[in-house]
Nanobody, 117 residues
Framework: QVQLVESGGGSVQPGESLRLSCAAPRSTRGVNTMGWYRQAPGKQRELVAYITRGDRTIYADSVKGRFTISRGDVKNMVLLQMNSLKPEDTAVYYC???????????WGEGTLVTVSS
């Protein structure tokens, strides 16, 4: 069992920025990918961005050029810098992690991002 700790959600106005962070225990071995999904009210959960074991980054088309995923200063931490936020970015953002040697994925509890004027 891997517990993910998320932080950084909040309420902002359109055009503003937020940064999310997600950390897994430093002792976690074999991390394959870490990233973020989001779920807006009444919609399915969707990929936002993730970073692979080899530091390749993948983004949803809707956030390309506005969001940046990167590794944090400590092991097994990822950051999601969200710039130029739009009302349609409003959602609960969930951290996601999967391991090289397990088929099950792990999820954080979610952090709410609200973009509204």
């Amino acid at each position: 069992q891997v517990q993910l700790v998320e932080s950084g959600g909040g309420s902002v106005q359109p055009g503003e920025s937020l940064r999310l962070s997600c950390a897994a225990p430093r002792s976690t071995r074999g991390v394959n990918t870490m990233g973020w999904y989001r779920q807006a009210p009444g919609k399915q959960r969707e990929l936002v961005a993730y970073i692979t074991r080899g530091d390749r980054t993948i983004y949803a088309d809707s956030v390309k050029g506005r969001f940046t995923i990167s590794r944090g200063d400590v092991k097994n931490m990822v950051l999601l810098q969200m710039n130029s936020l739009k009302p349609e970015d409003t959602a609960v953002y969930y951290c996601h992690l999967d391991l090289v040697f397990e088929t099950v994925a792990y999820w954080g509890e979610g952090t709410l991002v609200t973009v509204s004027s």
